[in-house]
């Protein structure tokens, strides 16, 4: 099971930090991707933390102000957002990958989802 949370309402220039809780399997061997979706747009790929903690980052526009962490003793997987725009308005998912297989940004690719966490960054 993959559930998301820490999504909300923040004003541009402000921060937040998703979570990404995973169970029945192991953070240690299968590498995390978060998405985000916006209105009207396809799911795009953010980035990814691999099994081993190496990372990817998809996504040229954000990859100065989000950072992908992990805490493999909790089973969770973090996305700080900062300096927050309202282009960044989007339902955020995570994703799950065997590690035997290595990231990709392609959403087609991944068949274990989260149900998302709404982020909406307005004044």
């Known amino acids: 099971q993959i559930v998301e949370s820490g999504g909300g309402w923040v004003q541009p220039g402000g921060s937040l930090r998703l979570s990404c809780a995973v169970s029945?399997?192991?953070?240690?061997?299968?590498?995390i991707v978060w998405f985000r979706q916006a209105p009207g747009k396809e799911r795009e790929g953010v980035s990814c933390?691999?099994?081993?903690?190496?990372?990817?980052h998809f996504l040229e526009a954000v990859k100065d102000r989000f950072t992908i962490s992990k805490d493999s003793d909790k089973n969770i997987v973090y996305l700080e957002m900062n300096d927050l725009k309202p282009e960044d308005t989007a339902v955020y998912y995570c994703?799950?990958?065997?590690?035997?297989?290595?990231?990709?940004?392609?959403?087609?690719?991944?068949?274990?989802w989260g149900q998302g966490t709404q982020v909406v960054v307005s004044s």
């Open positions: 029945g399997f192991s953070l240690e061997s299968y590498h």
């Open positions: 994703a799950a990958l065997w590690e035997n297989y290595d990231c990709v940004e392609s959403p087609d690719e991944y068949n274990r």
């Open positions: 933390i691999r099994s081993r903690g190496s990372k990817i």
